[in-house]
């Protein structure tokens, strides 16, 4: 409902200009004896519902931006220090001057091609697509760096300027409006802001702040960090007891919740590794694998989704591959017997990160004794021969409809033709009738 729009034009240090009906239709600079403060550099990353429905408002952004670098303050303006640096930057990757100066201020960024997703969630769960986080920020960078604000380049993309504008970032902030969602309930949080919070401590070296604009209740809006915010939800839900016993009611979806939130975990501690520590591992362990509360855990995963516990338990294990969690000898060892376990019981599901990862499954296996690794990394070989024979026969299935309704198109044509001539003929024949009569 606009806090959010207004939080960004107040730290700029301008305010809006409305009509007699209350509408925004421009803005002003509030002068700097009135604001008493610097203003403030920011940086917009659109969703790309909001950059489709709202178009008007992010030009109005936009506006603010270029007005609060230009308003020749006397004292300190971070707006018009970015505007300097981002010139700089973009000059050193080869930029002319009048292109460097004309993109300075660009601050407004979302999905190219309008595309709103990052395509990074597919590439940090499948963790042999990558060993450096370096690889994700790039990616990053070049999905979400299109331009927005300037209609002259609305859509755009260049190279380089996403990056200039997140120069001197500190800190990342997420609006939270919503009770359906929390950080580690909705893996479109890890992927934005914590897409965002990566790629700014691979552009500028340094981990920036997380927090939320907690907004649930307008009552009584404030700030709250991202560590707070992974600590009252994980408290609250996937380690509670008295939460998981009514959880297991809903059977297997309940199942697939409660691996969606450890896949989650883990893509926080790929986007920001001190967000989530040890401890959140240790518990969550202690929970789904050791079942410290006695909630018959794995009789519940093995009724209702055996996959599910093959992903989490793999989810588990990539995050101590990866070196997230330093976790024991003895936890790596019962959780490579589990996963094992339910793969060479259930046969893989081959979702995320079961199959789809030869250095976590090389990793699995050197946790096994012989014969179990080779049963269980033959387990994986049928599964994924199944996957792919599966893809062929859906690509022949394909073919043969394509066929098949080519030639009831043919027919189709054939059959309309065919009435077309005849109703010809008989119309004809009733001309030539009439004529005779005549």
Sequence with gaps: EGATLAQLFYLLGVEPVRD????VLDIRLIPEDILQ???????????????DLAASRLSLLQKAID?????????????????VDAEKVLLNKGYSPKDARELSTTRIFGGVNGMAGTGITGMVESGSQWENENEIARVYLNNMGATY????NWGNFREGVFEAALQ??????????????????LDHVYEFMGGMTLTVR????????????????RYNARAQTLQAAIGVESRTTILNPTYIKEQLKGGASSASGFTEVVKNTYG???????????????DIYDVYVEDKHDLLIKDFFRKESPAALQEMTAVMLETIRKGYWKASEEQISRLSALHSEMVQEFDAACSGFTCDNPSLINFISRYLDPQQAQQYQQKIDDAVKVAISGEKSMVLKKE?????????????VRVAIITFVSISLLILLFYFVRRRRK
């Design 168 to 185: 001197n970032t500190d800190l990342v902030i997420q609006p939270r409006q919503s009770h359906t969602w929390g950080a580690l309930s």
């Design 202 to 217: 691979n552009v500028t070296g340094k981990d920036p702040d997380n927090y939320f604009n907690d907004l649930r209740n």
């Design 67 to 83: 007005m609060a670098a230009e308003s020749g303050d006397q004292g300190t303006n971070y707006v018009a220090k970015g505007k």
């Design 20 to 23: 007699q009906f209350g509408r």
């Design 400 to 412: 043969e409809a394509s066929n098949g309704e080519q030639q009831r198109q043919f027919n189709g």
């Design 37 to 51: 403060r610097p203003r403030i550099d920011v940086v917009v990353q659109t969703s790309g519902q909001f950059r």
């Design 268 to 282: 926080w501690n790929v986007m920001k590794p001190s967000a989530i520590d040890n401890r959140l591992w240790n």
């Design 149 to 152: 604000g300037d209609s002259k």
